[in-house]
């Protein structure tokens, strides 16, 4: 069965909730853009390749996007108004079927806990808070490219920031 | 709520099946051996430490514990018949109710697709052919010492062995 490759990457660690009026403009910490930075560098290493990055329009996000396309990680970024909190995994899906193809590997920038929901439909259908993903952390997953993809991908790869930093 | 660490690491590339006239005594390949060394040195370099190693007892399997065991992982080691391919998790679990013990770690050495489906069992309560668990490759558990395991565990690692190499 032909899949392609979706990395859902959490935002780095962020300013402190409630320090911002907007909590959509709060900014990452200095070490939040270090470590993010770290781990872009690492994932480059890895040999993975984003054809396209989509991210949260929220700042924390729309840096950490940033952070990994200036890693070479990938280009095109886009921001996608549903991912951010609380965003509808439908709406996504919607935008997917114009989008998939072999060979290519998509990444989605956001928030928790929408981004480990959305990974937990897409391998089982259904939600129950089992995956543990870190700020600055990712899931790699395996969709396939006819069918529906909710309760049809495959897990291979959830990290820690901490597991892929030297 | 309390928990322990659990590691399910899958054994390293053996001989190739059907070489052998007892499946059991397949080795690790030299390749094999080399690898896993450097998984379990990279997961020595993160401070992952075992109070406890169970190998199944066939031969691939007791050389990657072995080799986890020198990178200074964990000891002791000890062999569990049930760890064999196809082996029941209950009879572990069976075991586990007089061994787990918060801020103790385990590490169970074995065989696919055992491995994986008792991490979706444990995970999720059911199977389905969801986790990518490659040979040398690692998952990471967090098990509730308190109440059943089954369905009830998180998952916070989970990596082919290229993503932890340098």
């Not at 032909?2 to 907007?22: K, M, P, V, W």
């Not at 984003?50 to 070479?72: C, M, Y």
């Not at 965003?87 to 919607?94: E, S």
């Not at 935008?95 to 981004?115: F, I, M, R, Y």
Request: proline letters at 5%.
């Amino acid at each position: 069965m032909s899949t392609f490759n979706l990395y859902l990457i959490r935002h780095g660690l962020a300013g402190q909730h409630g320090d911002y009026e907007d909590d959509r403009q709060r900014p990452l910490t200095d070490e939040g853009k270090r470590k993010t930075r770290q781990v872009a560098k690492r994932m480059h290493e890895l040999e993975i390749q984003f054809d396209l990055i989509l991210t949260s329009p929220l700042v924390r996000a729309r840096q950490t996007a940033e952070i990994l396309k200036e890693a070479g990680l990938g280009k095109p970024l886009e921001e996608a108004a549903y991912l951010a909190p609380g965003g509808d995994v439908q709406t996504w899906l919607d935008w997917l079927e114009g989008w998939k193809n072999a060979d290519k590997s998509l990444a989605l920038v956001g928030h928790e806990p929408t981004l480990s929901t959305w990974a937990e439909l897409l391998i089982w259908g259904k939600t129950g808070d089992k995956i543990v993903l870190k700020k600055a952390g990712a899931i790699g997953l395996t969709v396939p490219l006819s069918g529906k993809a909710i309760a049809n991908c495959q897990l291979f790869w959830l990290t820690p920031p901490k597991f892929v930093l030297s």
